[in-house]
């Protein structure tokens, strides 16, 4: 009895060629078209999980989580010095759709820094500034700038507790002179005091204090004053009565 043998289909190349690029789970090290890198975890051909990423024409690098593609999760990128070769730290803390969310570092030029909340990659909710100078900004940001409420300390103590706006004193708030013992408390718009007082409260043991104090206003007679004022009501309220009658 004949035996009818049929040939054993077989697949192209490009299907096992296919399979095999399909990225998923940890990969050690997979190279894009333009020389950037990944090495970590990878989810149906898309970064995902822990992963590092270097990019070939600055040098930086992050490392940290990774959802769908894009940096979210907690994660550190740094960048590469140009002069000594090193990389240095820009931000450290969390990330959401490949911006910068939720509570990080984030340092700058000249050792200054922030550390506080973020939100769609700027300084935004609470956080505190210090600044290359000395001074310390503490309290709200939106969009990047101080809003809201906040203490903005100077290098040498000074300092505004107050109200803000698009990264201006703005509103009620006070500014507190540690050198000279004074304080002027009042309202503000634009960074330009309005309408306030100001007064001495520790004249005498400020470091730098003005030559003359600020004096007191007082009334020269006050007991006239006042007979004078509930003179000034009684006769108003004797007046409308014999209109009436």
């Not at 709200?140 to 809201?148: A, F, I, L, R, V």
């Amino acid at each position: 009895m004949p035996i009818v043998k049929y040939p054993r289909r077989v697949d192209p190349l490009w299907y096992e060629w296919d399979r095999k690029a399909q990225k998923c789970g940890l990969r050690h090290t997979v190279y894009a078209v333009n020389g950037d890198r990944y090495i970590g975890e990878w989810l149906d051909n898309v970064k995902h999980g822990k992963g590092t990423q270097i990019w070939k024409k600055t040098g930086a690098i992050y490392s940290g989580d990774w959802k769908f593609g894009k940096r979210d999760g907690f994660g550190t990128y740094s960048t590469l010095d140009p002069v000594t070769k090193d990389h240095k730290k820009v931000y450290s803390g969390w990330w959401k759709n490949d911006k910068m969310w939720g509570y990080g570092v984030k340092f700058y030029s000249d050792g200054e820094y922030y550390e506080g909340e973020w939100g769609w990659g700027k300084r935004n909710g609470w956080g505190r500034m210090y600044y290359k100078d000395g001074s310390i900004y503490e309290g709200q940001w939106s969009e990047d700038k101080p809003s809201g409420q906040g203490m903005f300390r100077c290098k040498n103590e000074n300092r505004y507790e107050g109200s803000w706006k698009d990264g201006k004193k703005h509103g009620p708030g006070r500014f507190i002179y540690l050198d000279t013992g004074q304080l002027y408390e009042g309202f503000w718009v634009a960074d330009v005091p309005k309408c306030g007082t100001m007064i001495d409260f520790s004249h005498d043991e400020a470091p730098t204090p003005t030559q003359y104090p600020i004096p007191k206003i007082e009334l020269a007679d006050p007991e006239g004053v006042l007979e004078e004022a509930v003179l000034m009501l009684e006769n108003a309220e004797i007046f409308p009565s014999q209109k009436e009658r």
